[in-house]
C-alpha cells in the first residue's frame, strides 16, 4: 500500500516583514546604498533565486546574530530575453519580457525581506531607505495580502 504525504501551507514559516523599494538603481547599487546608510551587511549570495530556466532574481542576505534578524534583499523584476529565428533575409530577432517575483506589486523594483525583527526598527530602517538618492519611496507591505507569498519563502 502506497502512502501519500502532503505538506500543508501551515506548515510554512510566514513570520516575516516586508519592505518595497521603488528605485532605478542596480541590484549591487541598492545593496551597497542599503548597507551604507542602514549599517547593514547584506552580501551577494553565490547563486541567485531560480524558479525555472530562465527566471533569475538576485538575492543579497545577511544574518544579524545579535538581534536575531535575518534581512534579504531580493529584485522583484528579472527580464528574460529569447531569440526569435528567422526564416527570411533578417538575421534572428531578439525579444524580452519582465517577469516578477510578487506579481500584484509589478511596479516595486526590490523586496527586503525581514525575518524577526521588530516593527519600530523596521519603521526606522523604512525612513533611512527612504533618504537614499535615486530611490523614489519605500513602504511597508502587508504580507497576509499577497497571493504570492510563497515565492518569498526560501
Known sequence: ML????ISA???????????????LEDYAMGYAINSICGLRLKRRDKDLKFDQDLSFSVFEWEDELSDTYWTLISNKC?????????????NRT???TDYLVKEHKEVDYI???DGGETPILN?????????PKVVTAYSLETQTLKSKRNLIF
Do not use: W
Open 3 to 6: 502512502t501519500t504525504h502532503k
Open 124 to 132: 526606522g530602517k523604512i525612513k533611512f531607505i527612504n533618504q537614499i
Open 95 to 97: 525579444s524580452s519580457r
Open 112 to 114: 527586503l525581506k525581514v
Open 79 to 91: 527580464t528574460v530575453k529569447t531569440e526569435i529565428p528567422s526564416d527570411g533575409l533578417f538575421q
Open 10 to 24: 501551515d506548515f510554512y514559516d510566514d513570520n516575516f516583514q516586508l519592505i518595497a523599494i521603488h528605485s532605478g
